[in-house]
């Protein structure tokens, strides 16, 4: 499904299937809500999950999309909305979202894909998750320090990064403790912009920049992730290299993102919510990891920033942008 497609399911799913179809099967039909921040064609891997596992949408499935637009503030609601439906089981992508819907309910089922579930407090262990959560560790705050090797290799000359961050919400700060040290381990200065909002974002950013960074790194968050393309003008604007933990930054004009592979955890998902459906407590089955990521690379970009990408990481690359 192309992602012009898919959109435009997700935009018409809430009507798509016929109210006579709910009424004439309610023994059948799960109730599925999502709660992310925009709708990105990765969420598709859900869908296509939970059809490899014979359900279906209008028989026995109904899948209910709420949507923050990057303002994790209207997590809590839009979660309250789900649980007020009511749905069987709730999937949330990222901190912010997993947070809200753990305070919202105690007993419907939260399949989460979080960066850090242990690091940000949503859960004690992987292993033994408890409550009613499980779910996916999806970014590994560790991941930052990868990032900032990817820089490394771009530019070997690096020695001062700027990492754009946003402290509202946890995992951005237990990414910024590993960026701290892997920007230690390489031997580079880190700064951070702090941002939780448009206005702060431009004047932090212009602040880290006095310090004459060499390149950029943004922490995965949705209200950076919503700003995609005021930060690629940014980074171009004041000619930094950038890397990102989501591809759809790279899509906006950023450099270079190395990010989870997460159409992968969304799939993965679909198995859960059956065992779930089965009889399992979410509480009680591990939280599983990311096993795969992607590269991908923006190639106008750098011809803009007049940068040569190695061939190392041409090699390398998932996708590129032309």
């Known amino acids: 499904m192309r992602r012009r497609e898919f959109i435009a399911f997700l935009g018409g799913a809430a009507i798509a299937w016929p109210l006579s179809a709910r009424a004439e099967k309610p023994d059948r039909i799960r109730r599925i809500g999502v709660l992310v921040s925009e709708p990105w064609p990765e969420v598709e891997g ?20 709420r949507f923050a637009n990057g303002d994790a503030g209207r997590f809590p609601e839009l979660a309250a909305e789900l649980i007020k439906i009511p749905v069987d089981v709730i999937v949330t992508w990222g901190t912010p979202a997993t947070l809200a819907t753990m305070k919202a309910t105690s007993s419907v089922p939260i399949i989460m894909s979080a960066g850090d579930p242990v690091g940000a407090g949503l859960v004690s262990s992987l292993a033994r998750p408890g409550a009613n959560v499980t779910g996916f560790s999806s970014q590994t705050a560790g991941g930052e320090e990868k990032r900032l090797e990817l820089l490394k290799v771009l530019l070997p000359n690096l020695s001062r990064v700027v990492v754009l961050s946003n402290s509202t ?33 431009d004047t932090e950013f212009q602040a880290a920049i006095q310090k004459r960074p060499d390149a950029a790194l943004v922490i995965a968050d949705p209200f950076l992730a919503g700003q995609r393309v005021l930060i690629a003008q940014l980074m171009l604007e004041h000619r930094l290299p950038s890397i990102y933990a989501y591809r759809e930054h790279v899509v906006a004009g950023g450099l270079i993102a190395y990010m989870t592979a997460y159409y992968d955890i969304f799939h993965r998902e679909a198995a859960l919510i059956d065992k779930i459906f089965k009889g399992a407590k979410a509480g009680e089955l591990p939280v599983e990891q990311a096993t795969k990521f992607e590269l991908a690379i923006n190639l106008k970009t750098a011809k803009a920033l007049r940068l040569e990408v190695p061939p190392s990481l041409l090699a390398r690359a998932d996708r590129l942008i032309k």
Not at 172 to 187: D, E, H, P, Q, T
Request: hydrophobic share 45%.
């Open 46 to 65: 859900l869908h296509d999950g939970l059809r490899e596992l014979g359900y279906r949408e209008g028989e026995n499935l109904l899948l209910e999309y």
């Open 169 to 201: 919400n946890p995992y951005s700060v237990v990414a910024v403790r590993f960026a701290r040290r892997g920007a230690a381990a390489l031997n580079i200065a880190l700064d951070v912009a702090d941002a939780s909002s448009v206005g702060n974002l």
